[in-house]
């Protein structure tokens, strides 16, 4: 047998959920896996490459940036003059003075172009060395001559010399990038020299960050061919293996073998001194850590998986629930259980649904009662019925015997009463139809009006004012005489004048009937409306909420009675029906007046 649960729909969610997102994904995080080794070490290679040349770009800007001091001060007109000016500084005031200016050029020079940790020297071939971090101190020539660096200085003949490390002769001197250049190259050993030092740990990489990279598998040197000037001390020595051994497989990446260690190289040409700056990563650290990530990367995957599957069955068990409530309302509505009704919690689309649901049953059992209702009124009706027709001709035969006596008697009145009353009957016996034209409506009226008119003694009058093209229109039969009869009992005013007046809007027609009476006040308005709209409400005969209850039921909620008072005094009735006009044949004809 199937398993139901997978039946329902939460199972299919479940197991939609596990074919369409849960396994694709893991498919596709495995694949990835077994080829993100090689991608992420072509991009960390190609990563690797963009920071050793933008590292290479910013030690060529300070390069740069010590050459243009170098340039200031070779040019600067007042320098060459202190240089090439025989006169002692220490002695005669305008050689102090240029003295004194031609040190606070070097410090500003230092400040504006350097940085205030760079040191600046200027060898003046009189026997003085006058720099920014110790002022002027004598040193002979040739002790100056016996400099490592001076002799490839004056080879050069006024280009820069490079030099690196070099070390500050003080105690505890700090090691030092050297720029050294001779000054007015025109002489043997021209006017001067300029020396410029920045701290190798400003223009490279200071010690502790040598260290942190290499304990990271990061190894960075700086090469002169294949001579290594700083960088580890470990690789130190295989800076001529570094330019042997390497070779660039298809995707472009430079590898190196180092006895069993394998490489990763990155490097970049430094243009002022010529140097390279480069850059070796250890496979076998990458790889380990590329492991450690994936590993970690997988974990993180899995658990957050399993989180989402947990929130989800959750999430999805909390949105259905509501559903399967309402499918076991709809079940019990099924069997007939009309009091039920789905709790409805939020705003969404199952919640409107529900909320329908419940407005639906709830119209469901109005509908089942206003049946139940009717067909009992129905039977009532149909039993009064059959009681109004018990012997009508028993009843028509005895009255006519009673007109006679009268007549006999000379009691003209009553022979004339007797005799619109049968009138009346007789319409109300002999008329089988629902809808009825106006005209005969109003003959009935008529009729019924002069029973009235006997019965107050001539102190009620009808006035009508009704277009001869209405007199045609279909109207709900006994409309009219209830409303009229409602006058006489509650206008409270005699002489009693009631008008009748019929107009045409539209498609529609709307005839008023007005009394001259006490009217009613707003209470009583109110409490009429609210009667109207209540089952078995009656004012007199046959009712006004009976005519009502008949027009809506035979036009719709858009027609039927309305009470107010009028605006002259007195009660003011409006009917509204809609406008079908019967012709001779007696079929009704829709007339459109739009």
């Given at each position: 047998?199937?398993?139901?649960?997978?039946?329902?729909?939460?199972?299919?969610?479940?197991?939609?959920?596990?074919?369409?997102?849960?396994?694709?994904?893991?498919?596709?995080?495995?694949?990835?896996?077994?080829?993100?080794?090689?991608?992420?070490?072509?991009?960390?290679?190609?990563?690797?490459?963009?920071?050793?040349?933008?590292?290479?770009?910013?030690?060529?800007?300070?390069?740069?940036?010590?050459?243009?001091?170098?340039?200031?001060?070779?040019?600067?007109?007042?320098?060459?003059?202190?240089?090439?000016?025989?006169?002692?500084?220490?002695?005669?005031?305008?050689?102090?003075?240029?003295?004194?200016?031609?040190?606070?050029?070097?410090?500003?020079?230092?400040?504006?172009?350097?940085?205030?940790?760079?040191?600046?020297?200027?060898?003046?071939?009189?026997?003085?060395?006058?720099?920014?971090?110790?002022?002027?101190?004598?040193?002979?020539?040739?002790?100056?001559?016996?400099?490592?660096?001076?002799?490839?200085?004056?080879?050069?003949?006024?280009?820069?010399?490079?030099?690196?490390?070099?070390?500050?002769?003080?105690?505890?001197?700090?090691?030092?990038?050297?720029?050294?250049?001779?000054?007015?190259?025109?002489?043997?050993?021209?006017?001067?020299?300029?020396?410029?030092?920045?701290?190798?740990?400003?223009?490279?990489?200071?010690?502790?960050?040598?260290?942190?990279?290499?304990?990271?598998?990061?190894?960075?040197?700086?090469?002169?061919?294949?001579?290594?000037?700083?960088?580890?001390?470990?690789?130190?020595?295989?800076?001529?293996?570094?330019?042997?051994?390497?070779?660039?497989?298809?995707?472009?990446?430079?590898?190196?073998?180092?006895?069993?260690?394998?490489?990763?190289?990155?490097?970049?040409?430094?243009?002022?001194?010529?140097?390279?700056?480069?850059?070796?990563?250890?496979?076998?650290?990458?790889?380990?850590?590329?492991?450690?990530?994936?590993?970690?990367?997988?974990?993180?995957?899995?658990?957050?998986?399993?989180?989402?599957?947990?929130?989800?069955?959750?999430?999805?068990?909390?949105?259905?629930?509501?559903?399967?409530?309402?499918?076991?309302?709809?079940?019990?509505?099924?069997?007939?259980?009309?009091?039920?009704?789905?709790?409805?919690?939020?705003?969404?689309?199952?919640?409107?649904?529900?909320?329908?649901?419940?407005?639906?049953?709830?119209?469901?059992?109005?509908?089942?009662?206003?049946?139940?209702?009717?067909?009992?009124?129905?039977?009532?009706?149909?039993?009064?019925?059959?009681?109004?027709?018990?012997?009508?001709?028993?009843?028509?035969?005895?009255?006519?015997?009673?007109?006679?006596?009268?007549?006999?008697?000379?009691?003209?009145?009553?022979?004339?009463?007797?005799?619109?009353?049968?009138?009346?009957?007789?319409?109300?016996?002999?008329?089988?139809?629902?809808?009825?034209?106006?005209?005969?409506?109003?003959?009935?009226?008529?009729v019924y009006m002069a029973l009235q008119e006997i019965r107050y003694h001539d102190n009620i009058a009808v006035t009508m004012d009704i277009p001869e093209e209405l007199l045609d229109a279909e109207i709900v039969r006994f409309t009219l005489q209830p409303i009229v009869e409602n006058s006489i009992i509650h206008g409270n005013r005699f002489p009693l004048h009631i008008s009748i007046a019929a107009r045409l809007e539209g498609k529609e027609w709307v005839v008023e009937i007005g009394d001259n009476g006490v009217g009613m006040q707003e209470d009583t308005i109110r409490w009429v409306k609210e009667q109207m709209s209540q089952?078995?409400?009656?004012?007199?005969?046959?009712?006004?909420?009976?005519?009502?209850?008949?027009?809506?039921?035979?036009?719709?909620?858009?027609?039927?009675?309305?009470?107010?008072?009028?605006?002259?005094?007195?009660?003011?009735?409006?009917?509204?029906?809609?406008?079908?006009?019967?012709?001779?044949?007696?079929?009704?004809?829709?007339?459109?007046?739009?």
């Amino acid at each position: 047998m199937a398993n139901p649960w997978f039946g329902s729909l939460r199972g299919k969610i479940v197991l939609s959920l596990f074919l369409l997102i849960i396994v694709p994904v893991l498919f596709i995080v495995y694949r990835f896996y077994s080829s993100s080794q090689h991608i992420l070490e072509t991009q960390l290679y190609h990563s690797n490459q963009t920071s050793v040349e933008r590292k290479a770009a910013a030690m060529n800007e300070l390069s740069i940036r010590m050459l243009k001091a170098s340039n200031l001060l070779m040019n600067d007109a007042e320098t060459l003059k202190f240089l090439k000016d025989p006169a002692d500084w220490k002695n005669e005031y305008p050689a102090f003075y240029n003295y004194t200016t031609l040190m606070t050029k070097l410090s500003s020079y230092r400040d504006l172009l350097l940085e205030k940790n760079v040191y600046i020297a200027l060898y003046d071939n009189k026997g003085f060395v006058h720099t920014t971090w110790g002022g002027t101190a004598p040193i002979p020539n040739a002790q100056l001559q016996r400099e490592s660096w001076y002799e490839h200085t004056a080879q050069l003949g006024g280009s820069p010399a490079w030099i690196v490390p070099y070390s500050l002769p003080v105690e505890g001197g700090e090691q030092l990038l050297v720029m050294a250049r001779l000054i007015n190259t025109e002489r043997q050993n021209g006017d001067g020299l300029i020396w410029i030092g920045i701290p190798a740990g400003v223009f490279f990489y200071a010690d502790t960050e040598l260290k942190q990279q290499a304990a990271a598998g990061t190894h960075m040197l700086l090469l002169d061919g294949d001579t290594s000037l700083l960088g580890d001390p470990k690789l130190a020595e295989e800076a001529a293996a570094i330019n042997q051994g390497k070779w660039t497989d298809d995707s472009g990446i430079t590898r190196v073998t180092l006895g069993k260690e394998h490489y990763l190289v990155n490097e970049a040409t430094l243009i002022g001194p010529g140097w390279k700056l480069v850059q070796l990563v250890d496979n076998q650290a990458f790889g380990s850590a590329l492991s450690q990530a994936k590993n970690k990367s997988s974990l993180l995957v899995l658990l957050w998986f399993l989180l989402f599957a947990i929130a989800f069955i959750g999430l999805m068990f909390r949105f259905t629930m509501p559903i399967k409530r309402l499918a076991r309302s709809m079940n019990r509505v099924g069997k007939g259980e009309w009091n039920t009704e789905v709790a409805v919690k939020g705003r969404d689309e199952i919640a409107i649904l529900s909320h329908n649901f419940n407005r639906m049953v709830r119209q469901l059992q109005e509908l089942v009662d206003h049946l139940s209702e009717e067909q009992t009124r129905k039977q009532k009706a149909q039993f009064q019925a059959l009681q109004a027709q018990i012997n009508p001709h028993f009843l028509t035969n005895t009255m006519n015997s009673i007109k006679w006596m009268a007549i006999l008697s000379g009691s003209t009145h009553v022979s004339e009463m007797l005799t619109k009353l049968g009138k009346l009957l007789n319409y109300t016996m002999q008329q089988q139809e629902e809808l009825v034209r106006l005209r005969d409506e109003l003959d009935y009226l008529q009729v019924y009006m002069a029973l009235q008119e006997i019965r107050y003694h001539d102190n009620i009058a009808v006035t009508m004012d009704i277009p001869e093209e209405l007199l045609d229109a279909e109207i709900v039969r006994f409309t009219l005489q209830p409303i009229v009869e409602n006058s006489i009992i509650h206008g409270n005013r005699f002489p009693l004048h009631i008008s009748i007046a019929a107009r045409l809007e539209g498609k529609e027609w709307v005839v008023e009937i007005g009394d001259n009476g006490v009217g009613m006040q707003e209470d009583t308005i109110r409490w009429v409306k609210e009667q109207m709209s209540q089952p078995h409400a009656k004012f007199s005969g046959i009712g006004i909420r009976n005519v009502n209850e008949r027009i809506k039921l035979e036009f719709g909620d858009r027609y039927g009675v309305s009470l107010g008072n009028g605006e002259q005094g007195g009660v003011l009735a409006t009917v509204r029906l809609p406008y079908r006009r019967r012709t001779e044949d007696h079929e009704t004809a829709l007339v459109d007046c739009g």
